[in-house]
């Protein structure tokens, strides 16, 4: 992998952006959304079936993949590519938040953190630099810097702390990182809802020097309002010629939202875990299949969709086979709302590109405002 990384910017609307991000292993379009492939895979989907849905990149997760199968198994098969079948972009977090989520008995230090896995009890420690080798020997061609999430709420001094910290910590993932052609190293901003805070965290970023950057500690609970006004200048402090990730979003109306202020890339579990759960995305909104009154509905989920559970299936068959507990409900309702989350980003890069955003995002507030249409 000689190509280096790089970010192209296209076309701008307002605060919104379109552009590219080079790799060695493909282009990636922003916006972007990021399906999450959190063990390997993206649950009850075939790397290709993801990849026809449109999306450019995958998301994996260091701490899940750490924990299992483990990351010197996974080099030692080629790595986390060949090993998920998977030969485009892949972004792996940095296994912080996970550890701040999930795993027991933590203990934070200016090193790092120790902890219990929350699968076996196990002991592990990560710190920048054992987090910068994990996501080495996943091969992963995004990686991220360690940093600790705080928990909210939170007073504004435990922020400015912790926010201290992952910098310390940003600037330790960089040495470690070291010099690595065709792979990329990016730093995440912290700082809460404080906008003096936020603009600590980017000037330390920049002084260190990232390939892209990552807006941190948001959608963790705080709300859509409070989210949007941190959004309103966080990315403005980040480099115009860089791409800008933000963490952990979301739902339809967070994407519009975060896009029109000026993010390139977004990642949820959101589309698979409500096609498991019998929940499907559409222009109209939420759609739950579960319902009563889809039992004998021949229409699709959405007349306008072209995936293979709109083109094939009806809502009623669709309710049947989540009633009954079969397999292919989680697998066609995932699919379709991979489909739709990449039509969304699809929809949002044209109208930024033809500069007509606003019009855009008026008409999905319109079509969402509708709701979805019962059957006659």
Not at 147 to 173: F, G, N
Not at 198 to 227: C, H, N, P
Not at 301 to 327: I, K, N, Q
Not at 357 to 366: E, I, N, P, R
């Amino acid at each position: 992998m000689s190509e280096r990384f790089h970010f192209t910017l296209r076309t701008t609307d307002g605060r919104a952006r379109t552009g590219t991000i080079h790799t060695p292993r493909g282009e990636i379009r922003t916006p972007a959304f990021m399906p999450v492939g959190t063990a390997a895979t993206v649950k009850a989907m075939l790397p290709e079936s993801v990849r026809a849905t449109g999306a450019d990149i995958l998301l994996g997760n260091t701490y899940h993949l750490m924990l299992r199968p483990g990351a010197e198994r996974i080099a030692r098969l080629g790595g986390l590519h060949r090993f998920m079948n998977w030969d485009r972009p892949i972004l792996t977090d940095s296994g912080g938040f996970q550890v701040m989520s999930l795993a027991a008995l933590r203990k934070l230090t200016e090193d790092g953190v120790t902890f219990s896995s929350h699968i076996d009890g196990s002991k592990h420690t990560l710190s920048p630099e054992t987090s910068m080798e994990i996501q080495r020997l996943l091969g992963s061609d995004i990686v991220m810097c360690f940093d600790e999430c705080p928990a909210l709420p939170a007073t504004e001094e435990a922020v400015a702390q912790s926010m201290r910290l992952s910098m310390r910590w940003a600037q330790r993932s960089r040495d470690a990182f070291g010099d690595r052609p065709g792979h990329a190293l990016f730093g995440i901003m912290q700082g809460g809802v404080t906008p003096e805070l936020r603009e600590e965290s980017a000037e330390a970023l920049k002084s260190i020097g990232f390939d892209g950057y990552a807006i941190g500690g948001l959608a963790v609970g705080e709300g859509q309002e409070a989210m949007f006004g941190v959004l309103d200048y966080a990315p403005g402090f980040l480099p115009v010629d860089k791409p800008r990730y933000l963490m952990g979003v979301g739902k339809p109306d967070d994407i519009v939202g975060a896009v029109q202020r000026g993010v390139d890339m977004m990642d949820c579990v959101l589309p698979s875990r409500s096609g498991r759960t019998g929940q499907a995305w559409t222009r109209r909104g939420q759609v739950n299949i579960k319902n009563a009154r889809h039992a004998d509905d021949p229409r699709p989920l959405d007349e306008h969709c072209t995936c293979p559970a709109c083109t094939g299936y009806s809502r009623a068959y669709l309710h049947h086979v989540f009633r009954a507990g079969e397999m292919i409900s989680g697998m066609l309702l995932t699919w379709h709302n991979l489909h739709y989350f990449q039509e969304l980003m699809e929809g949002l890069r044209g109208a930024i590109a033809e500069g007509r955003l606003d019009d855009h995002v008026a008409d999905f507030h319109a079509a969402r405002a509708q709701g979805d249409i019962p059957p006659l």
